[in-house]
Nanobody
Framework: QVQLVESGGGLVQAGGSLRLSCAAA????????MGWFRQTPGKERELVAA????????YYADSVQGRFTISRDNAKNTVYLQMNSLKPEDTAVYYC????????????????????WGQGTQVTVSS
């Protein structure tokens, strides 16, 4: 059974930093791309950052480019999202997800391309 568990969320002041972690209980973690999404009430889930299985390619939404960094440790079955210079508009529930590909060099943007999801962790940035 696949399980993704996010941690590291919380309340932070604008300009601060948080590091999200996603621990994956899945045998194929090292073979699959991973993504971090976020969602606020009434809005669609949006891709924040994604990384291929080998970390050879990454993607960032324009809104977080230069502030967030996605990374992974395949030996620990964990993907990270380092968030710096946080803004109130970064407030959301953040989800990690594993895409449905194996050994792909492609970064997937569509939530429908992701098959496994964590339960989410709340990030709140105060002004």
């Amino acid at each position: 059974q696949v399980q993704l568990v996010e941690s590291g969320g919380g309340l932070v002041q604008a300009g601060g930093s948080l590091r999200l972690s996603c621990a994956a209980a899945m045998r194929t973690f090292s073979m699959q791309g991973m993504g971090w999404f976020r969602q606020t009430p009434g809005k669609e889930r949006e891709l924040v950052a994604a990384i291929t299985w080998s970390a050879s390619s990454t993607y960032y939404a324009d809104s977080v480019q230069g502030r967030f960094t996605i990374s992974r440790d395949n030996a620990k079955n964990t993907v990270y999202l380092q968030m710096n210079s946080l803004k109130p508009e970064d407030t959301a529930v953040y989800y990690c997800a594993a895409d449905l590909s194996y050994y792909s060099s492609h970064v997937y943007m569509n939530p429908n391309d992701y098959g496994y999801w964590g339960q989410g962790t709340q990030v709140t940035v105060s002004s």
